[in-house]
């Protein structure tokens, strides 16, 4: 809305500051008119005549003082018939007992930066007019000013979209969510919770842009046109506008589960439910970092299309899992209830807790109120301390056998390494530490295990645990009794960008596996791309003869659509051979023998000049990803990953989905990667070879599962 036509009411509770009076007289030489209203005895007639109202507040709000007993009906009544409020610094506090949001900011005082600060735009939100004329980082106030702020930091809104997150000179603070927007009714309010100093000005190029994006909030709020959308949908529709919103990058997987923007991490809670599959994951829907984990959703009929679902889990302030709802697993209890067993963060301390599911769909959980179910870490054992955390003690794997539960949960201790903690129980809230299963031997074992998972594949128990660099397996038998696993086979089950697996019992029988494949980039570049992370392929896991057999779930057949190459392949030293495959998501299945010393070359995301290209090698002894011309991008990795890999013959197939390669060779070793061509045409497939090379070929395009977000 045109700003000089604005008539905003300026909100105040008691005299003006100095700050509130620099800022409603700058704003009444831009508006139609600026008029002071009274919070304390607010009416709901007494905002009709405003196209907007705004508080702005540079001293914290004591609300043991003022009753909003009166304002809060009166500016609920306001926005659901259509009205805009803008709440600033201090003034982003009101949302809780105002009623807007029930989590208010965690982070309020006074501060000043060495360099400018402003704000960094969410990618999904960089259309929101809010952002008009400014740059994707853009500083609003200069540096040494001394400012009041309110912002979220460990915690996020409850309902809020987060619109973009800090910036100081040239630095990212991605977690900090100063700049919110909430839908009430057809109304809307904005909180901007920094940067914001009208009456201590000393550097114009910033106070120009604190003053465009201030009219900015304004205009959007009272004009008509108003943004329907949300990055915290509830429906499908909302998902699907959602992952509109990133379908130009020729990145976002085609035919993999990733959140619908922001950050994902971890599977967890991989259950059947009345024949639906659900997987949950660890999800920040303030952005595609790190941090405020909730539980996404989705679900599947078919192991392939995937819906998405609203948030399963949200940390809640007052909970023990106010810092973030960990990794977890599901159940059905011995009532046939699915219930979560999930790590709760808050401070210094990650503790087990439960949520039982309220519904079939599993779209609601109620937590425990006895949460957590697990007091503290084992008493008896030295288990790490570090800077983060009282005790490294977090998920969960749950099992019932012979009418007992079982649970481990992955920690560390003291001068050994990780180690997977066995509890044993009657009833799911009802645990006794027995021992530790399982402890690190080798010296890169790692000094915490991660995500501990316990399989029974019939010949023989897989445990599998996260160093924080590899997923190591162990192959052998359990003694749940006194505990321990004898060790018959051990390895890494992935060599790539692979990491926190869990897994899904099917009701035929089989382990199905997914893991975190990781972004291999810079974090701004995460940013950018307003995406991070994403699930495998799942992945069936046997043993056969005795051997561990990992291979590409079968249902991953009903991917295939075009049959693009079938034969024989037959190359000699020199010799080139281009498939006819395009658009970066397809599979291929080789079986080759080779003359000794010979080694194959698949040229993989490579540009018409070949200025891009991924290499995946086999050399004597290895499969050999070899991303050191992968990418005009020098914020993505280069790092060669290697898988070993003995013999002339090789049986491979290999997944390519946008940004991602994954390999199975010899159905049992594997080798993830993730690599980003600039280019969009980086999409040629070519075999080489210095010796002789005989074999078979094919090689299917694949259709993405995504009814949205698809770059096609
Ligand atoms: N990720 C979770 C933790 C787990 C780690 C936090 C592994 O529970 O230990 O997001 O990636």
Not at 600 to 620: I, K, N, Q
Request: proline share 6%; aromatic share 8%; glycine share 10%.
């Amino acid at each position: 809305m045109n700003p000089h036509a604005l008539r905003v009411a300026a909100l105040t509770v008691g005299e003006w500051t100095p700050e509130q009076t620099a800022a409603y007289d700058w704003l009444a030489g831009e508006a139609a008119s600026v008029e002071a209203v009274a919070l304390d005895d607010l009416s709901p007639s007494d905002l009709a005549a405003y196209d907007v109202a705004w508080w702005h507040r540079d001293r914290p709000l004591d609300w043991e003082a003022f009753d909003p007993t009166a304002a809060a009906p009166a500016l609920t009544g306001y926005l659901e018939d259509g009205g805009g409020l803008l709440l600033t610094l201090h003034g982003l506090s009101a949302v809780e007992p105002l009623g807007i949001d029930s989590v208010p900011p965690d982070a309020v005082g006074h501060e000043s930066t060495p360099a400018p600060s402003g704000y960094l735009v969410k990618r999904v939100h960089a259309d929101h007019p809010v952002f008009e004329g400014l740059d994707d980082a853009f500083h609003t106030r200069g540096a040494d000013t001394d400012t009041a702020f309110a912002r979220y930091e460990s915690v996020v809104p409850a309902r809020g979209d987060i619109l973009a997150a800090g910036r100081v000179g040239d630095d990212s603070l991605v977690g900090h969510k100063p700049l919110v927007e909430w839908r009430v009714g057809t109304g809307r309010v904005l909180g901007a919770g920094t940067g914001l100093s009208f009456s201590n000005v000393r550097d114009y190029a910033c106070a120009a842009t604190r003053e465009r994006f201030v009219l900015n909030c304004l205009g959007s709020l009272a004009g008509p046109r108003r943004r329907a959308f949300t990055d915290r949908p509830a429906s499908g529709e909302g998902f699907r506008a959602v992952r509109e919103k990133l379908a130009t990058d020729h990145h976002r997987p085609g035919y993999h589960l990733a959140a619908p923007a922001g950050w994902l991490n971890d599977p967890n809670g991989l259950i059947e439910h009345e024949g639906t599959y659900h997987v949950f994951y660890q999800y920040n829907p303030a952005g595609p970092y790190h941090g405020a984990i909730h539980w996404g959703h989705a679900t599947s009929e078919d192991l392939l299309s995937w819906d998405d679902q609203p948030v399963a889990l949200a940390p809640d302030p007052e909970g023990p899992d106010r810092d973030g709802c960990w990794s977890g697993c599901a159940v059905h209890d011995d009532d046939g209830t699915p219930t979560i067993l999930y790590t709760g963060g808050r401070h210094r301390r990650q503790l087990p807790c439960l949520a039982t599911a309220t519904d079939d769909d599993l779209s609601g959980w109620e937590k425990d109120p006895r949460n957590p179910i697990i007091d503290a870490a084992p008493s008896g054992l030295d288990v790490l301390e570090t800077d983060d955390w009282e005790a490294e003690f977090r998920d969960h794997c749950v099992w019932k056998q012979d009418g007992r539960w079982y649970q481990i949960i992955g920690s560390g201790l003291h001068g050994t390494g990780g180690c997977a903690l066995l509890y044993e129980g009657e009833a799911l809230d009802d645990w006794r530490f027995v021992g530790v299963l399982h402890r690190a031997t080798a010296p890169d074992a790692g000094a915490v295990w991660e995500c501990p998972e316990l399989l029974d594949l019939g010949d023989a128990q897989l445990l599998h645990v996260s160093n924080y660099d590899k997923v190591r397996y162990f192959l052998g038998d359990s003694d749940l009794d006194a505990p321990g696993f004898d060790v018959h086979e051990s390895g890494l089950l992935d060599h790539g960008d692979f990491y926190a697996p869990q897994s899904l019992a099917t009701s035929d029988g089989r382990h199905l596996m997914w893991g975190w494949l990781p972004e291999a980039r810079a974090l701004d570049a995460q940013w950018e791309a307003g995406w991070s992370g994403l699930l495998s392929v799942p992945r069936e896991l046997t043993t056969e003869g005795g051997a561990f057999v990992q291979r590409p779930a079968r249902e991953l057949a009903a991917l295939r659509d075009r049959h693009a190459e079938t034969g024989d392949l037959a190359l000699t030293a020199g010799s080139h051979r281009a498939l006819d495959l395009a658009g970066n998501r397809y599979e291929l299945a080789v079986e080759l023998d080779r003359e000794p010393g010979t080694t194959l070359e698949l040229g993989l995301f490579e540009s018409p000049a070949g200025s891009e290209r991924t290499v995946l090698r086999w050399t004597e002894d290895a499969l050999v990803v070899d991303r050191s011309r992968a990418s005009h991008d020098d914020r993505t990795s280069t790092e060669e990953q290697r898988a070993p890999v003995a013999g002339d013959s090789l049986s491979v197939r290999v997944f390519v989905d946008r940004s991602t390669v994954e390999v199975f060779a010899n159905e049992a070793t594997c080798l993830t990667s993730r690599v980003y061509p600039t280019r969009v045409d980086a999409d040629g497939v070519t075999l080489t070879a210095d010796g002789r090379v005989e074999g078979t070929l094919d090689a299917w395009e694949l259709r993405g599962t995504f009814p949205a977000g698809q770059t096609q």
